[in-house]
């Protein structure tokens, strides 16, 4: 069964911290793997990522994928209270008929 | 601006009671979505649609209804809504072709069955 799961649940750090967050996969026929942040209201698009090995970045966020190991993960450096939220990580496959797939998300909690 | 609509944001309703949740996107995007979102659960497909008259099942479509009559539009609709029904549902739009994969979500609607 095709599944997205990430690590860790939950994270409290200090502000200025560096965090990493982990999403692995089994999806059949992979195409791209997405990262949103979500915190009140709808989850915002942060990176896609479709090869090996090319990091992504935004700002204080970057993100590489391992397509060998089958994962990802995102990090964030120099946190600010602001990053606070659920980081969601989504697994799109090659074959559009079938569904997108969630992870449960990280609850990043970033103290003052 | 381009965005993706949804209507009502919340909702108190009773068992039963039929109801329809409206999702509307102004980006001519083929593929819609809905989604709902529960403590513990992340987020689960309830339903999508690839394209007008496509539409297929997600994870857990039990007890849902979809149509997609236009391209804009993609309703959900509870004939018989249900207390395990209560959640956030988010209702999202992406283009097909062009590999341009990023999903645009709605603000949500949070529903609560009595």
């Known amino acids: 069964e095709d599944k997205v799961v990430q690590s860790p649940l939950s994270l409290v750090v200090h502000e200025g911290d560096t965090v990493t967050l982990n999403c692995s996969y089994e999806?059949?026929?992979?195409?791209?793997l997405l990262w949103y942040k979500q915190e009140k209201k709808a989850p915002t698009f942060l990176f896609m990522l479709t090869s090996s090995g090319i990091e992504k970045k935004s700002g204080r966020l970057s993100s590489i994928l391992d397509k060998k190991e089958l994962f990802s993960i995102l990090n964030i450096t120099a946190t600010q209270t602001g990053d606070s939220a659920v980081y969601l990580c989504a697994v799109e496959p090659m074959n559009r008929d079938d569904k997108i797939i969630f992870g449960k998300g990280t609850r990043l909690h970033i103290l003052p | 601006e381009a965005q993706v609509t949804q209507n009502p944001r919340y909702l108190i309703t009773v068992t039963g009671k039929k109801l329809t949740v409206t999702c509307s996107q102004n980006m001519n995007h083929e593929y819609m979505s809905w989604y709902r979102q529960d403590p513990g659960l992340g987020l689960r497909q309830i339903y999508y649609?690839?394209?007008?008259?496509?539409?297929d099942k997600g994870d857990v479509p039990e007890g849902y209804k979809v149509s997609r009559k236009e391209k804009r539009n993609f309703p959900l609709i509870l004939e018989s809504p249900s207390p395990n029904q209560t959640s956030l549902y988010f209702c999202?739009?992406?283009?097909?072709?062009?590999?341009?994969?990023?999903?645009?979500f709605g603000p949500g609607t949070r529903l609560t069955v009595l």
């Open positions: 999202a739009s992406s283009y097909l072709a062009g590999g341009l994969n990023e999903q645009f």
């Open positions: 999806v059949t026929n992979f195409r791209s």
């Open positions: 649609s690839m394209n007008v008259e496509v539409t």
